[in-house]
């Protein structure tokens, strides 16, 4: 594969080049990984930047239909909106549940987007990579808005979280006072709650949930990345349309806002500083699932469930013979 033929047609904005390169970096094959390196040095000096918007929710609280129609207020707007799915599930299963064309019909078809479907089987701890090199490649195509969708499972909403410049979550209106089992932690990585299904019957509700959430966020601690009255709870309604300009108009002043204030930057070289730790991190541990490394892991576990051995020092003889290769 020509990687520099490659980087030059990404470059353009061309669709099908990039549905390679995400491919490439989908790969788990030796060679593919060293390729997809190079890849995306060579695209890293374009310097484009997109704004990456994060939405984590349950499922059925509506993110594929919202991601439809906020997608489409933004590219009668002009701007180009690229999709892409952050699924943990697929992996295990094998099956592409998320950032489904065919729940998205109109942005499916829409000139300015551009909707990467989850891969169907992509190698487990590739996942974060996968994804934020993917958002980098949909970056250097030209890209104004890249949209993460991801379920609430595991560690996906911290993946997607540490590649996104704005996070949202996206709740459902629920009845009773209590804050919909919503863990504390994705509370506080949250930048907006948006309250869907906003319609209807359903409006009510929703003005409560709303209210109470915008309390609970008041109750967190205040981060130095927000403005006055942020992280903010609103209403939308992904089917009826409603609140989604208010809501980009929103998205776009905190945006601004952070670039202006240094924040954006900031943000970006710490999640760079995570990723290359988090890298190093991963690759040290593969290496114990590797020949010699995994035999001596066996070895010495041998000796710790015998007796022979307590798990400290098992575990220093292991540190230390790593060190001597
Ligand atoms: N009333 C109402 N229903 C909605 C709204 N948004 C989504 N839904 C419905 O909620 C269900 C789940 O939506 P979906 O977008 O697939 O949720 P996801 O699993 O979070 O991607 C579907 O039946 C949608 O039609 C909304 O704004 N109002
Ligand atoms: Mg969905």
Same mark, same amino acid.
């Given at each position: 594969?020509?990687?520099?033929?490659?980087?030059?047609?990404?470059?353009?904005?061309?669709?099908?080049?990039? $549905?390679?390169?995400?491919? /490439?970096?989908?790969?788990?094959?030796?060679?593919?990984?060293?390729?997809?390196?190079? /890849?995306?040095? $060579?695209?890293?000096?374009?310097?484009?930047?997109?704004?990456?918007?994060?939405?984590?929710?349950?499922?059925?609280?509506?993110?594929?239909?919202?991601?439809?129609?906020?997608?489409?207020?933004?590219?009668?707007?002009?701007?180009?909106?690229?999709?892409?799915?952050?699924?943990?599930?697929?992996?295990?299963?094998?099956?592409?549940?998320?950032?489904?064309?065919?729940?998205?019909?109109?942005?499916?078809?829409?000139?300015?987007?551009?909707?990467?479907?989850?891969?169907?089987?992509?190698?487990?701890?590739?996942?974060?990579?996968?994804?934020?090199?993917?958002?980098?490649?949909?970056? *250097?195509?030209?890209?104004?808005?890249?949209?993460?969708?991801?379920?609430?499972?595991?560690?996906?909403?911290?993946?997607?979280?540490?590649?996104?410049?704005?996070?949202?979550? /996206?709740?459902?209106?629920?009845?009773?006072?209590?804050?919909?089992?919503?863990?504390?932690?994705?509370?506080?990585?949250?930048?907006?709650?948006?309250?869907?299904?906003?319609?209807?019957?359903?409006? *009510?509700?929703?003005?409560?949930?709303?209210?109470?959430?915008?309390?609970?966020?008041?109750?967190?601690?205040?981060?130095?990345?927000?403005?006055?009255?942020?992280?903010?709870?609103?209403?939308?309604?992904?089917?009826?349309?409603?609140?989604?300009?208010?809501? #980009?108009?929103?998205?776009?002043?905190?945006?601004? #806002?952070?670039?202006?204030?240094?924040?954006?930057?900031?943000?970006? $070289?710490?999640?760079?500083?995570? #990723?290359?730790?988090?890298?190093?991190?991963?690759?040290?541990?593969?290496?114990?699932?590797?020949?010699?490394?995994?035999?001596?892991?066996?070895?010495?576990?041998?000796?710790?469930?015998?007796?022979?051995?307590?798990?400290?020092?098992?575990?220093?003889?292991?540190?230390?013979?790593?060190?001597?290769?």
């Amino acid at each position: 594969m020509d990687i520099t033929k490659l980087a030059d047609q990404i470059r353009a904005g061309d669709r099908r080049a990039l $549905a390679r390169g995400i491919t /490439l970096v989908e790969s788990g094959r030796d060679d593919h990984r060293a390729q997809a390196a190079e /890849l995306l040095q $060579a695209l890293s000096a374009t310097g484009r930047q997109a704004l990456r918007i994060g939405l984590s929710g349950t499922p059925g609280v509506g993110k594929s239909t919202f991601i439809e129609s906020f997608g489409m207020m933004l590219t009668e707007r002009g701007l180009k909106v690229a999709v892409l799915a952050v699924d943990p599930s697929s992996a295990r299963t094998g099956g592409s549940i998320l950032g489904d064309k065919t729940r998205m019909p109109r942005l499916a078809r829409a000139p300015l987007a551009y909707i990467r479907p989850s891969p169907s089987q992509t190698h487990l701890g590739g996942i974060a990579r996968r994804s934020r090199e993917a958002v980098a490649l949909c970056e *250097a195509a030209g890209f104004d808005v890249v949209l993460i969708e991801t379920v609430g499972v595991g560690q996906s909403e911290t993946v997607v979280a540490e590649i996104s410049d704005l996070f949202l979550l /996206l709740l459902a209106p629920a009845g009773g006072d209590e804050l919909q089992g919503v863990k504390r932690g994705i509370m506080e990585m949250a930048d907006m709650i948006l309250v869907n299904k906003a319609d209807g019957d359903l409006k *009510a509700t929703a003005t409560r949930t709303c209210a109470d959430y915008a309390g609970a966020l008041r109750l967190l601690r205040k981060r130095p990345q927000d403005p006055e009255g942020f992280p903010k709870a609103m209403m939308v309604s992904a089917l009826a349309e409603e609140g989604l300009e208010k809501a #980009w108009e929103e998205m776009s002043a905190l945006a601004d #806002w952070r670039r202006a204030e240094g924040h954006h930057d900031r943000a970006r $070289a710490a999640q760079a500083r995570y #990723w290359f730790a988090e890298e190093v991190r991963q690759a040290l541990l593969a290496e114990l699932e590797r020949g010699a490394a995994k035999a001596q892991m066996e070895r010495l576990a041998g000796k710790v469930a015998s007796g022979a051995l307590t798990p400290s020092l098992a575990a220093a003889q292991m540190l230390e013979s790593l060190h001597k290769r």
